[in-house]
């Protein structure tokens, strides 16, 4: 008597919790995972974090606006020509939010950010040809350590951390928040 009531307790319980998970809400789920963005911001909106944007953004590579964005976040003068800013620029979502980054100056933007406190094979070798060098170069190093380097003898030494990461684990001080236009229907932005 007692493993009928059971089994009966956890029938009941498994059809209840089985079709509070189905209907609108599943089916709703599935159509907006498949919805697809010609805007950046409300693309990102709708992802939240991805490095690169994925199949669901079907606009331009890097929108005029990205690129205009990111030349004045870099203090460019006027007179220096978008296409710069066209070709050399990545774009990513996080927390809902777009960044941007140029690789102007070899800035390694499709990189994240070297963490390790181990050197590399670069540092090693770099110490080893100069003994107690003051810096470790960046064709030695790398252009993705947070780290500053130095040779303590012939071994790789951290001096200080100098370069700080975002949530995503990209080098903070080369992504710029872009900010979505004024004339973009916030409403669309704030979709769930």
Known sequence: MKTDTYLFIFITIFAITLFSCGGDSTQ???????????????????????????????GEKVPTYIAEQLKEEFGASESMPNNLFMEGTYWRCMDGSLYACNVGNNLPCQEKADVSKEPNEGMINYC???????????????????????C????????????????????????YKIKPPEDIDQKDLLRE
Not at 29 to 46: I, L, M, R, V
Not at 136 to 143: E, L, N
Request: hydrophobic share 30%.
């Open 152 to 175: 303590s003898g012939t071994e790789p030494e951290i001096v200080k951390q100098i370069i700080d990461t975002d949530a995503a684990g990209y080098q903070k001080n080369f992504w």
């Open 128 to 150: 080893k040809e100069n003994p107690d060098a003051e810096f470790i170069p960046a064709f030695a190093q790398g252009r993705t350590t947070v780290y500053e380097w130095k």
């Open 28 to 58: 709703n789920g599935a159509d907006q995972s498949q919805e697809t963005f010609s805007n950046p911001f409300q693309y990102c909106k709708a992802v939240g974090t991805v490095d690169t944007p994925g199949d669901r953004y079907t």
